[in-house]
């Protein structure tokens, strides 16, 4: 599985902006899809995750109530909505995939990573 991370850009505090990551390969459909994200010098963080048919989403303390996660698994694509965005969820933000059916927040989960898109919110 290949995937390949779009959507981010430069906003202004409270903006929203929707990532989109596109896989293209067999299998995405069979598995779950996680975001993360990195701030430079940083270790990746753990941002929202949906398992394999869309049931379950799990996210970070830090945005929940403004980030959504989707997929649409027709068109091998999941989606991070942010809303509300705050100088804080400035960071290069990363899709993964691969492994297991259900959600889960370690980066050891997933075996499939896109190459991320920069996401920088000014106050």
């Known amino acids: 599985v290949q995937l390949q991370a779009s959507g981010g850009g430069l906003v202004q505090a409270g903006d929203s902006l929707r990532l989109s990551c596109a896989a293209s390969?067999?299998?995405?459909?069979?598995?779950?899809v996680a975001w993360f994200r990195q701030v430079a010098k940083q270790g990746r963080e753990f941002v929202a995750a949906?398992?394999?048919?869309?049931?379950?989403?799990d996210y970070a303390e830090s945005v929940k109530g403004r980030f959504t996660v989707s997929r649409d698994n027709a068109e091998s694509t999941s989606y991070l909505q942010m809303n509300n965005l705050k100088p804080e969820d400035t960071a290069i933000y990363y899709c993964?995939?691969?492994?297991?059916?259900?959600?889960?927040?370690?980066?050891?989960?997933?075996?499939?990573w896109g190459q991320g898109t920069l996401v920088t919110v000014s106050s």
């Open positions: 390969g067999r299998g995405f459909s069979s598995n779950a």
């Open positions: 993964a995939s691969g492994k297991y059916r259900w959600t889960t927040t370690a980066q050891q989960g997933y075996a499939y």
């Open positions: 949906i398992n394999w048919n869309g049931g379950d989403t």
